[in-house]
């Protein structure tokens, strides 16, 4: 049976990996088109204060009731710093994600001063212009007013323009037509690691995306397996704050002179974080409608403050359940470093949306 954590194995399997990428290209977006991103979320007195505390806001408005009242407010309002934030916050994956230059943003309007907590955010996007670059052939410019709704209302909270340079899937011609870079996957030499000779990826997040993907392995030596765009760099919140907000006092997550003479010579990330990494990022490329279990979980090295965790899956098997909602998929995960060693597998099953749902 292949040992696909075997650090020679696994960085083979990288190599011929299909990426599923993350964001939108400058060619996929159209003049008026309109957007509607996922997930909003829900405004949080705990996560405003946060952000006022760690920003330097401390208008006592926002802080405290009697001085909330004094203006004529119910209570401590959402901070308009906060709120701009979270409006945009949910843009990004749809419109800027791909990188690129931030040109500017204008006409920021607060349509309503008194935004409380606990109100239910949904933001939406309208495309308002998008131009070719004169001076870079690999980008184009667009335009997008974002506004901020009350989920429960629909009555806007928050607006604003905002222009990026986006990064265009082709060159335009003027570039000098550079070739498309050779298909790593398709050129890959075979190799004896007992990897299957042929990787297949699901060609989109829903139940029917990861049947297709399925049963085009039968009969052939392929897997569905792929890796995931995002990564995340652990810093000193991540390995030291998460374990202590669940109540985790093990000294190896908090206590550098404890760990001076470990074999990792320095404080580690908590297991459940590193695993919880790269769950996320399996998840931002499915439908997820519920999860179901998990099991055989290995961790095989250490995370430390700077190591960037990524994400890779393979599909283990398939089950239409009869559910109208979503279907079953079994999944196997890798959370893997910058240098494309394996620190954590495991089994996850869950129920997949299904396209018309």
Not at 253 to 269: C, K, L, Q
Request: with cysteine.
């Amino acid at each position: 049976m292949t040992d696909w954590a075997d650090s020679r194995t696994f960085s083979n399997a990288l190599e011929r990996a299909e990426t599923l990428e993350k964001g939108n290209y400058f060619e996929n977006f159209s003049d008026g088109q309109t957007i509607e991103h996922a997930p909003g979320f829900t405004l949080s007195a705990h996560a405003n204060e946060l952000w006022m505390s760690q920003t330097l806001n401390h208008d006592p408005v926002y802080w405290r009731s009697d001085a909330a009242r004094a203006v004529g407010y119910d209570g401590c309002p959402i901070h308009p710093d906060y709120l701009l934030a979270s409006v945009m916050g949910p843009s990004v994956e749809d419109l800027s994600e791909k990188g690129g230059y931030f040109l500017g943003r204008d006409n920021v309007s607060l349509h309503d001063p008194a935004v409380m907590p606990g109100t239910e955010i949904r933001v939406e996007s309208t495309v308002e212009a998008k131009r070719e670059s004169s001076s870079r052939p690999d980008y184009g410019i667009v335009t997008w007013e974002t506004t901020g709704f009350d989920a429960e209302t629909d009555e806007p909270l928050l607006s604003y323009t905002r222009t990026n340079m986006i990064p265009r899937r082709e060159p335009m011609a003027s570039d000098g037509g550079r070739e498309s870079p050779t298909d790593s996957r398709a050129a890959a030499e075979p190799d004896d690691s007992g990897l299957p000779s042929e990787f297949i990826s699901p060609d989109g997040p829903y139940f029917e995306d990861f049947c297709d993907a399925h049963e085009r392995t039968t009969d052939r030596d392929a897997a569905v397996a792929y890796r995931h765009e995002r990564g995340r760099t652990m810093d000193d919140v991540m390995v030291a704050t998460l374990p202590l907000v669940t109540l985790n006092t093990a000294k190896q997550h908090h206590n550098d002179d404890y760990m001076t003479d470990s074999p990792s010579g320095e404080i580690v990330a908590y297991g459940d974080v590193t695993r919880s990494v790269a769950l996320g990022h399996a998840r931002s490329d499915e439908k997820t409608y519920r999860e179901i279990g998990y099991g055989n979980e290995r961790f095989y090295d250490f995370v430390t403050v700077g190591d960037t965790i990524y994400g890779f899956t393979r599909v283990l098997g398939i089950e239409d359940t009869g559910d109208p909602e979503a279907g079953q998929v079994t999944f196997e995960h890798y959370a893997f470093n910058q240098r494309d060693e394996p620190v954590y597998s495991g089994t996850r099953t869950a129920l997949i949306r299904r396209r018309n749902q």
